[in-house]
């Protein structure tokens, strides 16, 4: 083969393997524009005050060069892939290409009843699915106008504590996998199945458990619940210790992640990131004590935050919002009420299983409600909750069916993946997992 031969089936290979806006351009190339929208929205820049920073931060052409880190990266945490333009081992610019997962869980939602929406968007965060089912259920709820007996509303958030402690142990389980503490991943997975066979005592189930629904929760808390939540409570706290001498003093661990993906509250705010990756920034915002759902306004904890705004705050954050989590169990145990676990309301909830075998009636109610699903006013509602990632919210159009004429999820991972661009400036490529891993995204929610 000639080299013109050569030249043009290498210009008809990128043509076929181009992604047209999706893909990153090289700093030589970039125009302003595109550098505006990596840069300039969250920075307030105008598109020729972008222009000159990408002049002054410009690279020879040939000292740069542009890679894909997944996405069948294992540290992606999922399929994300992200173009890294290097020079040398040092990132100039990052971006995220999302879409590889393509659940379409909102528009499936939109094609299932109210009765069954949990069962969909349980499975978006899968590291936390309670919060999906509480999120669309609150949501209903307030298109409903009904509010769910008070057991229901303590047994939603024991449930959903304890997830967030069974979540964070995840985080804290792949983040040390990933900065090569392989132990830590095999002590956060331990801590974590303890808790994910407590979820299947009460729902049956250990992940994408259907059991908050709208109008209160699928089943009353076992026999026996009591002691499996005290036998938790008793057993995490020592292990936190370990942890916090395996890695929270250990000089290597520090050196991965102090002053590593470092951002500012300016830019969290301005890109819509909520969680720990906001608390570490040193702002105070926690949807649990300023805009209060459930009881959590009758109980006692702190938001905890960082000061720096580095990998290393996001790491503390969410290894001691554990122990307030533990706290605020504690204090669900002492004044858990008795009472209806589900608001009784033919319209909206089920008979009750033993009913269906001794009762004609209840046989053809549970038989319509569950295959006709049960009929929402018109309007539009929004709720959000705390998900361990940040806001988790949910907005609603009704329009008058069974079924959600439109429904929207605000997925925190979403908002939190666009930081990356921001985490990993002017770092190292070798920081680039520390950073992924720091801002704890779950692929589910983002491509729903």
């Known amino acids: 083969m000639s080299s013109t031969d050569r030249q043009l089936a290498a210009e008809a290979d990128v043509a076929f393997t181009s992604e047209g806006s999706q893909e990153l351009t090289s700093r030589g190339v970039a125009a302003a524009a595109e550098r505006l929208r990596e840069q300039g929205a969250v920075l307030r820049l105008s598109e020729a005050e972008a222009a000159a920073q990408a002049e002054l931060e410009r690279a020879p052409e040939d000292e740069t060069m542009i890679i894909n880190m997944g996405p069948q990266h294992p540290s992606t945490h999922g399929v994300l892939r992200l173009m890294l333009e290097l020079q040398g081992e040092t990132v100039l ?91 830590m991943m095999l002590y956060g997975w331990r801590e974590r199945e303890e808790v994910l066979r407590f979820f299947q005592m009460v729902t049956g189930l250990r992940m994408n458990h259907n059991y908050i629904r709208p109008g209160g929760v699928a089943a009353d808390l076992p026999s026996g619940w009591r002691d499996g939540v005290l036998r938790l409570l008793e057993m995490i706290p020592p292990r936190l210790e370990e942890y916090d001498t395996l890695m929270t003093g250990q000089p290597i661990w520090r050196e991965r992640l102090q002053g590593v993906g470092v951002i500012t509250a300016e830019e969290c705010l301005a890109l819509g990131v909520t969680g720990p990756i906001l608390r570490s920034t040193g702002y105070a915002w926690d949807l649990r004590r300023d805009m209060p759902y459930l009881a959590y306004d009758e109980v006692d904890f702190d938001v905890v935050v960082g000061t720096f705004g580095d990998s290393f705050d996001r790491y503390a954050i969410r290894l001691n919002e554990i122990r ?109 997992v520390a950073v992924i891993s720091s801002v704890d995204p779950i692929m589910g929610e983002v491509d729903r």
């Open 93 to 183: 610019r990052c971006k995220p290409v999302i879409g590889y997962l393509h659940t379409g869980m909102e528009w499936t939602g939109e094609e299932l009843t109210y009765l069954q929406g949990p069962t969909n968007v349980t499975r978006m965060d899968y590291a936390s699915p309670l919060f999906n089912e509480l999120v669309f259920s609150m949501c209903v709820e307030k298109l409903l106008g009904i509010e769910v007996p008070p057991r229901a509303v303590w047994i939603r958030m024991l449930m959903t504590e304890l997830n967030r402690i069974a979540s964070h142990l995840l985080f804290l389980a792949t983040n040390g996998m990933d900065l090569g503490a392989v132990s």
């Open 324 to 432: 307030e989590s533990i706290r605020i169990v504690h204090q669900v145990l002492d004044r858990m009420p008795a009472g209806d676990y589900r608001i009784q309301d033919k319209k909206v909830t089920p008979p009750p299983r033993a009913r269906i075998d001794e009762s004609m009636e209840a046989l053809i109610h549970h038989f319509k409600i569950f295959t006709e699903g049960f009929k929402v006013p018109e309007g539009e509602a929004y709720a959000a909750v705390e998900s361990p990632r940040g806001e988790l919210g949910c907005y609603i159009v009704s329009d008058g069916s069974a079924r959600p004429y439109r429904m929207h999820i605000r997925a925190p991972s979403f908002f939190n993946i666009q930081a990356l661009p921001h985490l990993m400036h002017g770092g190292l490529v070798a920081d680039a």
